[in-house]
């Protein structure tokens, strides 16, 4: 028998490997952890996609320079006067911030875009963990993840912020911490932040909306009272729980107009030139991904012995509706698709093999804790930004730009000693880089804001790329006076100008060509 202090010697000690099991991490996690170092890493040396990012810098920069979110349209000649809900404006003024700091600028972009993409990644990944007991699938729920919304997440925009918090309020509601108290005040907090940051915020609240629906449609189906549905504890929790984030989302420079603003852009006349706002299809390469991603989530979901539960279905539904009626709403199918094919895949394995391998094994190491913690720190000096810090010299600009971006022509215009009057007629993808590096030499006729532009600007915009027969009476109409066009796509107004002699060739290169009118009209 033993003494007294043996005893209580013996059960303090017992306390104490439970606490630092806690410590210890299973092989499960340590591969987890390096897998989003890896992601962080190749993400990191992307080189930055230039068609979104530097039009949002430019009205960062603008919101920084004047101290105030603008209601018109700022940067743009053609579009003075036109309303505008500038819904982005935090993630705008963030990335201009970032940018112009000195020991930051484009390695901090590139760095952020890949912590965002593995912030997203990792909630799929704990939100299968937590519900699966399976690391294995959780990580090929994160693959599923990232083939199926690969071409969108190849963008570095605001919208990435909304991917992440989409991917982390779908967390919270599957593995039902939506419960706890805490979240009443976290989630809230969530949705005031990103709804200065993205419009996107409006699908973190469908998502809520649909999992209150199949809660309230789960308690209705076996009590066939609507009353008693409506009182149950997870739909009240939800329902207050959407109050309290619709009200934290009014907490913006726009009011309440932000909600009409996301409801009305889709309808534009000019989004429905942007390709990327077309239905999806099988001729897409992210349509096929959302194919075969979708046959293997139907398959796990028929043949797994795990309840499919109504809010499931329905966020299936809706969301893979809303990505064929608009590819670009892909970003909320993927996380969608993803984490209920992990779930239900591990259900059909277990059933089908019993308690796999994997999940055999629950021995633990504070080895497995030091390769976890050491992955990322090696990761996070692996980036250009680490490197940068190390050796206090950053970059050069074109290897961290992607090769699209018109870094040459943007070299030639900002050493241009003498501004061409008048607007210039610009690919509106490069509109964005040229203006940033020219500042004033440069008033292009358009950006990739398309819904702010008036819709008979745009339409002859679009007339112009591909040069008609009219093209002068056009470029007269706008007072343009410098055309840049793209050889691989404006052939056609390339060969009009050359036979021209009303303009002349100043510049070119492999990718671009300028033209200036000879006789420049003012106006």
């Not at 105030?68 to 700022?74: C, D, F, G, H, L």
């Not at 934290?248 to 603003?261: F, H, M, Q, W």
């Not at 009476?473 to 100008?497: F, K």
Request: net charge positive; glycine share 6%; aromatic share 10%.
């Amino acid at each position: 028998m033993n003494a007294p202090g043996e005893t209580e010697s013996s059960l303090s000690g017992a306390r104490r490997n439970e606490r630092w099991s806690y410590c210890r991490l299973t092989p499960g996690a340590t591969v987890f952890w390096c897998g989003l170092s890896g992601l962080l890493v190749w993400f990191a040396h992307r080189r930055l996609w230039h068609s979104d990012l530097w039009d949002h810098i430019n009205y960062g920069r603008q919101i920084l320079l004047t101290g105030r979110v603008p209601s018109t349209e700022p940067l743009l000649p053609l579009c003075a006067g036109e309303p505008m809900v500038n819904v982005a404006w935090g993630a705008q003024v963030v990335l201009a911030w970032v940018l112009e700091t000195r020991w930051l600028g484009l390695p901090a972009l590139q760095i952020g875009y890949a912590a965002l993409i593995v912030l997203a990644t990792a909630a799929v990944v704990c939100c299968v963990r937590q519900q699966s007991r399976s690391w294995v699938f959780g990580m090929l729920a994160a693959v599923m993840f990232l083939v199926v919304n690969w071409q969108q997440l190849l963008v570095i925009r605001p919208q990435l912020v909304g991917v992440t918090g989409f991917c982390t309020v779908l967390a919270v509601l599957v593995t039902n911490l939506f419960r706890r108290r805490a979240v009443l005040i976290v989630l809230p907090l969530l949705f005031g932040v990103w709804a200065n940051l993205h419009g996107s915020f409006a699908m973190g609240l469908t998502v809520m909306g649909v999992w209150a629906a199949g809660r309230f449609a789960s308690v209705y189906s076996r009590t066939h009272a609507v009353r008693i549905a409506v009182r149950a504890r997870d739909v009240r929790r939800l329902l207050l729980l959407i109050l309290l984030c619709a009200l934290a989302t009014l907490i913006n420079p726009n009011g309440i107009r932000v909600y009409r603003e996301i409801l009305t852009i889709g309808r534009h006349p000019n989004i429905a030139t942007m390709f990327e706002w077309d239905p999806l299809s099988l001729h897409m390469k992210q349509g096929k991904a959302a194919a075969v991603a979708t046959g293997l989530l139907l398959v796990s979901m028929l043949l797994s012995r795990r309840r499919c539960r109504p809010e499931q279905l329905l966020a299936v539904v809706l969301f893979g509706g809303l990505t064929v009626w608009s590819s670009r709403m892909i970003n909320w199918f993927a996380p969608v698709a993803a984490v209920f094919f992990g779930i239900h895949a591990a259900a059909v394995w277990r059933s089908w093999r019993g308690q796999p391998k994997f999940n055999r094994s629950h021995r633990r190491s504070m080895a497995f804790t030091v390769v976890s913690v050491v992955a990322p720190a090696i990761a996070l000096l692996l980036t250009p930004l680490g490197r940068q810090t190390i050796t206090w010299q950053p970059p050069p600009v074109p290897s961290l730009l992607s090769t699209q971006t018109p870094v040459a022509l943007g070299d030639f215009l900002s050493q241009r000693a003498t501004p061409v009057p008048g607007l210039t007629f610009v690919p509106a993808e490069w509109a964005g880089y040229l203006m940033y590096v020219a500042g004033d030499r440069l008033q292009p006729m358009v950006n990739v804001h398309v819904h702010l532009i008036p819709v008979s600007v745009w339409s002859d915009y679009m007339r112009l790329m591909h040069g008609p027969p009219d093209w002068r009476t056009l470029l007269d109409r706008y007072n343009i006076n410098m055309v840049i066009a793209d050889r691989s796509r404006h052939g056609r107004l390339i060969r009009r100008l050359q036979n021209s002699t009303a303009f002349e060739r100043q510049y070119e290169d492999p990718r671009a060509v300028l033209f200036v009118r000879s006789q420049q009209a003012r106006r």
